[in-house]
DNA sequence: TTGACATGCAACCAAATGGTTGCATAATGT
DNA sequence: ACATTATGCAACCATTTGGTTGCATGTCAA
């Protein structure tokens, strides 16, 4: 089990942090400058929050030349719905989610 | 979807409120007095991280008489792992975590 | 080689957070 | 009726957090 559960959730907790997974969610291995271009703060605080993100192991940096590429890691993501949801509970809750994403498919298509 | 998604990361971003769900995910239903005695902290600090997991609906309160029972809601921590990922992955990471619980589980049985 | 570009490091500051203490209110039981 | 129990509300305080600015370092390309 993940020892440093508390690194994932302080590094969830804020929105900017979120919105970085959002953006690297859409498309992997951006720079920091590329990420920075979708925050409206300097780059030593975007900094900041990946390092956080970093720590918690939720992005994974490659280095390439000068330039820090960023990719998402959905594993510690993953390991907290297995913290508090049952077994039967999670099956339920997917069968929900995945009717809800089908209504909303259907939806667009006739939209 | 959760327009409160802020709140859920919010709260379980402190040790002390994770714990009070992991208390509740054991036995469902607690009042504030029974919560109280699983921390090293004031009731009125359990009370204010109470009311963080009330707002964020990962906790939901009924009065009886003047007790005030604590119920867990398994919902806002499962649209989480709605948000970052991706159908096919989470499979892949079901059966990972399915494979690693069976092997503890049998692990318990010989030990 | 040298200038421009991509990033790192450190000091600093305002606001949010997590805790305390003290007092108030309402339900329970003898 | 009244002491006890279960909880709420508010002021206060130290620490953490999220942002800034300024300067340093290392890589690329002409």
């Known amino acids: 089990m993940c020892l440093e559960m ?3 959730f302080k ?5 900017s942090r ?8 859409k498309s992997n291995g951006q ?3 590329e990420l920075c271009a979708h925050l409206d703060m300097t780059r030593q605080a975007v900094t900041k929050h990946l390092l956080l993100l970093e720590t ?3 992005v994974t940096v490659v280095w390439r030349g000068r330039e820090k590429l960023h990719y998402l890691n959905p594993v ?3 390991e907290i719905s297995e913290r508090w949801i049952g077994k039967y509970e999670r099956h339920r809750l997917q ?3 995945d009717l809800k994403r ?3 498919e259907n939806k667009n298509k006739k939209g």
């Open 95 to 97: 069968a929900l989610s």
């Open 11 to 15: 590094a969830l907790a804020d929105e």
């Open 102 to 104: 089908g209504l909303e």
């Open 31 to 33: 720079t920091l400058g």
């Open 76 to 78: 510690p993501i993953h």
């Open 6 to 8: 508390d690194a994932v």
């Open 56 to 58: 918690a192991k939720l």
């Open 18 to 25: 979120r919105k970085l997974l959002d953006v690297l969610h």
